[in-house]
């Protein structure tokens, strides 16, 4: 067993980057735009095939598989990826056949809890043919334990056009596999055996893409490295991901699967912008953000770029939405589906809300003020839910469009508040130095150990 001090002689998988962060976060961010356009592009061309062979239902089964599914996986979220990218260990060896391990032996005994409680899931929903679909489901947890951890490293020297290229290989593969069991099977089994299959295809090229071969190894000190992580992350991916399956926990129990299904659809497509910018965002801003954080100026007019130029997305698309919603919806999915044109049209303030909440996160952990980040997703989860409850009931899929505003919205003005705070108590810090040269333990800049990439888990 290694005990050395993880980052001092551990054998490295690879070299740091010396090219300027400039250029490589200009870069980076253009191949990001082009990997998560095409690979978003993609995915969207799936539903749009699919929506034409299976029924809403469908969806909708599928929706409550990835409830239960996800919420155990952010239950017991370890945070070995973002380690890897943030931590000055994640290149060797040793840190990353530790991380390989703790994979492996969380995803089976995520997928045994699953497969045990897979008929009290199912009970819940009151949907008993959910047991073995949940079940085989449970099956991603033990493949995705898999993945050669050396493919985040890419991420973490920056290299985006390679990341850029596996996501889209990945997903052409994982598409043309769904789309193929859809027209075989025409039912939520082509979902659910394509789920696995594009699990199967990331941990293939994991290991096509990175250069190491992972191990089953331990080693102590980059153990005590990962725990450490892990208890500053847990509570935030639980969090973001009970926000993520508002919609699937709250139409699942509160109306009736093809109302979900139909929504989630109508969902996916509000989305595209959204998860293409803010991926961008979450990938990039954080090592921009925290290679000028202590410039607190130019960090503030960083911030109000990214900010603006999100916003500047979302108004030139949001005319599109707003007059053609009955045409988008049905030449993405068909004449069946343009009933959720006023779904449509409501989701676009939840998904100016989001690029808002979104554009924000990476500058929170860039300052070392994760807590900022977890307040006010906590509050965005309590207005979704409490809004929710009453709205479904009242409007149904309407009613769950409004609620996600209304959670995205208030999120957003927290944590807005908390940024703009942040940046006037370091000015008042600021003229308080000037005035007194001397420089004491309270005026201490904060430590920047976020985690890369927490605020974005889509």
């Known amino acids: 067993m290694n005990t050395d001090p993880p980052g001092n002689t551990q054998e490295s998988v690879s070299e740091p980057v010396t090219k300027p962060l400039k250029s490589r976060v200009l870069g980076g961010g253009l191949w990001l735009l082009i990997g998560n356009g095409v690979e978003r592009g993609l995915r969207f061309a799936r ?25 155990v996986e952010a239950l017991t979220f370890t945070a070995t990826n973002q380690a890897i990218i943030q931590h000055p260990s994640g290149r060797s060896r040793e840190f990353l056949n530790t991380v390989f391990t703790v994979t492996i032996v969380r995803g089976l005994i995520l997928a045994v809890i699953i497969i045990v409680t897979a008929p009290w899931i199912a009970a819940f929903f009151d949907e008993p043919k959910l047991t073995p679909m949940i079940r085989v489901v449970s099956l991603t947890l033990v493949v995705m334990g898999l993945m050669n951890p050396a493919v985040q490293v890419i991420l973490k020297d920056l290299d985006f056009r390679r990341w850029a290229i596996y996501q889209v290989v990945s997903g052409t593969l994982s598409v043309s596999v769904t789309i193929i069991l859809g027209l075989w099977l025409r039912n939520v089994w082509a979902l659910v055996i394509g789920l696995i299959g594009e ?8 290991y096509l893409f990175a250069r190491h071969r992972p191990s089953v190894r331990w080693d102590r000190s980059s153990a005590l490295v ?13 969090i973001i991901g009970l926000m993520m399956q508002a919609p699937n926990l709250l139409l699942g129990k509160l109306a009736d699967t093809a109302i979900l299904g139909a929504f989630l659809l109508t969902l996916t497509l509000a989305d595209i912008p959204t998860h293409i910018v803010t991926r ?14 202590d410039d607190l100026e130019g960090l503030f007019q960083a911030w109000q770029k990214v900010v603006t130029r999100a916003l500047i997305v979302f108004l030139l698309a949001m005319p599109l939405v707003l007059i053609g919603a009955r045409p988008l919806l049905m030449l993405a999915y068909g004449p069946a589906y343009a009933a959720q044109a006023p779904v449509l049209r ?96 309270g005026d201490r800049p904060a430590v920047r150990d976020a985690p890369s990439g927490v605020s974005s888990h889509e």
């Open 346 to 441: 409501v989701l676009c303030i939840y998904v100016m809300m989001r690029m808002l909440f979104m554009t924000t996160g990476p500058l929170m952990w860039a300052v070392g003020r994760p807590d900022a980040n977890r307040a006010a997703y906590l509050v965005g989860l309590v207005v979704t839910y409490v809004s929710g409850a009453f709205l479904v009931k009242e409007s149904g899929a309407v009613g769950m469009a409004l609620a996600l505003g209304a959670g995205w919205g208030s999120g957003a003005a927290v944590e807005i508040t908390l940024c703009l705070r942040y940046f006037a108590h370091g000015r008042r810090r600021s003229d308080e130095r000037i005035q007194s040269p001397r420089v004491g333990r």
């Open 47 to 71: 539903m749009a095939v699919l929506a034409r062979l299976l029924a809403p239902e469908d969806f909708g089964l599928m929706g409550l598989i990835l409830v239960a599914t996800g919420f």
């Open 199 to 206: 699990q199967m295809f990331l941990v293939c090229l994991s």
């Open 280 to 293: 961008v965002v979450a990938t990039v801003g954080l090592p921009a953000f925290s290679s000028i954080s």
């Open 226 to 238: 990962l725990a450490r992580f892990c208890r500053k992350a847990f509570a935030i991916p639980l």
